[in-house]
């Protein structure tokens, strides 16, 4: 490890902190997991598990110091329901967890694998037992997607990574009513050229609501002769109109290093979904998939992030 660089996150001793060793059931792969804290400060996970089918769907991890312990739930959280979401054909996929205290009731926005590739779905629950689904919110392709927390000017708001003929950057779109949404602009373009964020990035975990605005951890994907590298950026939105980058870092900020991370169903990967904050609402816990084949955790500092995007945004 080169520690010239500053390390905003350390990784946790534990890590991988979920396998499929830990699993009650039989699969093959369990990664990318949304986060949230429920109100008794229990950490759930809504973990992506591949069978080996090949097909993905979500499952429920709870623990009570979000590190061990873990309860999963004996059957799939959320499975696939292509008899009444055909879009939901070939799993289910990425999910990202927000609460609205509007509607008191979490989100779950997940990518569906539909025959004509990654869409955006939606989903309402109040206790991660029953689900309102609403079914593909975008259409392919589309992924890495999330919710704000609350309405922006009067809408919800939407963030999500199309892929289109302008190619694979971070977009904002919103709606009224949850199911229809326009208005889109671009928040983020993938740069071009030999940056590690070249061509190809995408939201990882909800943006952070801070005093200086919207603060987005963001993946970006380098293709090079082995194959494509995940690694982690960050930069900040404007607060009231979150389609207005403040800054954002040239460097990437977090990458694969461990075998964990180097080695796997998909090689040299960190991809978080999901994080909790502590109670001293700076500490960040960041939790990510491994190489698309184990969960582990990262933590970090909102400031200690903030005050690098001021240095090198």
């Known amino acids: ?10 990784r946790h001793k534990l890590n991988p902190i979920l396998t499929v060793a830990d699993w009650p059931y ?19 996970l809504l973990c992506r598990v591949e069978d080996r ?9 709870r623990s009570a110091n979000g590190i061990n312990d873990w309860e999963v739930d004996t059957q799939p959280t959320l499975k696939p329901d292509p008899e009444h979401f055909p879009e939901e054909y070939w799993g289910i996929e990425d999910p990202r967890i ?45 992924k890495d997607a999330v919710l704000l927390p609350y309405r922006i000017d009067g809408n919800w708001a939407l963030i999500h990574r199309p892929v289109s003929s302008i190619g694979a950057h971070i977009w904002i779109s919103y709606s009224s009513n949850l199911r229809h949404w326009g208005n ?41 002769a082995a194959g494509a590298i995940y690694r982690l950026g960050l930069s900040l939105f404007d607060l009231h109109a979150p389609e207005i980058c403040l800054k954002r870092g040239d460097e990437w900020v977090f990458g694969p290093e461990e075998p964990y991370e180097l080695q796997g169903d998909v090689d040299k990967v960190v991809f978080p979904c999901g994080y909790t904050i502590a ?16 969960i582990a955790l990262a933590t970090g500092s909102i400031n200690a992030m903030l005050e690098w995007l001021e240095r090198h945004g």
């Open 1 to 10: 490890m080169n520690h010239q660089y500053c390390e905003l996150f350390s």
């Open 26 to 44: 039989p699969v093959h792969s369990v990664f990318n997991p949304a986060a949230t804290l429920l109100a008794d400060g229990t950490t759930l």
């Open 53 to 61: 089918c090949g097909q993905s769907h979500l499952c429920a991890a």
């Open 98 to 142: 927000t609460f609205i205290g509007e509607l008191n009731k979490y989100a779950v926005v997940y990518t569906a694998y539909t025959h004509d590739g990654p869409g955006v779905s939606l989903a309402l629950t109040e206790d991660f037992r029953n689900f309102e689904r609403y079914g593909l919110i975008m259409q392919p392709e589309d």
């Open 184 to 224: 889109h602009k671009l928040m983020l373009k993938a740069r071009k050229g030999g940056w590690w964020d070249a061509n190809k990035i995408g939201l990882s975990p909800p943006p952070i609501e801070t005093a200086k605005g919207w603060l987005v951890i963001y993946h970006g994907v380098r293709q090079n």
């Open 279 to 294: 109670p001293d609402g700076d500490t960040i816990h960041l939790y990510y998939g491994a190489a698309d084949t184990s």
